[in-house]
């Protein structure tokens, strides 16, 4: 009898503890949950912890709150050149809105990727259209990518996903076209160097060019002054000689005569020719520079 009353309380905690499981979920820090009513959505705004629902009629079904990766292989897109490149990309996703996620795919994560394929392929496929084979070898990656993404979050917004970013990681090309490009690359590159080289130089002309104005303007400036101090120099002397001719007439002449005698004789190989009775000795010849002896006897 106590052995069947056992039993019977075993049964009946095994069924509540039944119950309370099936009564009960869990939503992870990394998942987002959806609570179905025989198959219609009643709730999608729960926080991680835990939930409550009812047995049979509630089902849940949890996604990835997640950024998740879409590798996909190479694949060939024409360039506005109509040649062929290989690119090897890669897509990072998450969900966004976990309702319009479930009813755009019925939450199969690889529907999702294969319709956000199809959007970046698309998008891909636009933007290598517009550019050259030139264009898209030297292109920056992400300038490349920026008006492509911005295109493919807004196509890929009515499946509850956004496009986090999108990653060239190779691009190749075809062997038939490689040479030809990087050579054209290559002429492209030597023409920008001759290019800023002629700038250069351009440039360096005319900064010589200026640099000889200003030394030429510099030197005139200088010029000018130099022979305007020299005039007022020359005109001072004058005024400095004519005060001194007013003061003592006889001592100006015989300072004047010195200074000649002292330039003009006395060096080696100096000859002058000049009559005996000139004017240039005539302190040679008297004592007080008379111009006659007649004139030095009298004084």
Known sequence: MMSNKFSAVLVV????????????????????????RFGEIMRSDYEPGLHFKVPIVNNIRTFPDLILTLDNRPERFLTGERKFVLVDFFVKWRISDIDSFYRATRGDELVASNRLLSI??????????????????????????????????A?????????????????????????????????????VASQLRAEGAEQSEKLR?????????????????????????????????????????????FHRSLEAYR??????????VLKPDSDFFRYFRYRNGAESQAEAVAE
């Open 13 to 36: 905690l095994a069924l509540a503890a039944l119950a309370v499981s099936m009564s009960v979920f869990i939503v992870d820090e990394r998942e987002m949950a959806i609570k179905f």
């Open 120 to 153: 970046v392929r698309d998008g891909l496929r636009d933007t290598f259209a517009e550019r050259t084979i030139q264009e898209v070898v030297s292109a920056e990656r992400s300038a490349l990518l920026t008006d492509m993404l911005t295109s493919a979050r």
């Open 155 to 191: 196509a890929s917004s009515d499946l509850g996903v956004t496009i986090v970013d999108v990653r060239v990681k190779r691009i190749d090309l075809p062997d038939e076209v490689s040479g030809s490009v990087f050579e054209r690359m290559r002429q492209e590159r030597a023409r």
């Open 209 to 253: 060019a200026e640099a000889d104005r200003q030394r030429t303007v510099m030197l005139a400036e200088a010029y000018r002054e130099a022979e305007q101090i020299r005039g007022e120099g020359d005109a001072r002397a004058a005024e400095i000689y004519a005060e001194a001719f007013s003061q003592n007439t006889e001592f100006y002449y």
């Open 263 to 272: 330039r003009s004789v006395g060096r080696d190989g100096d000859i002058l």
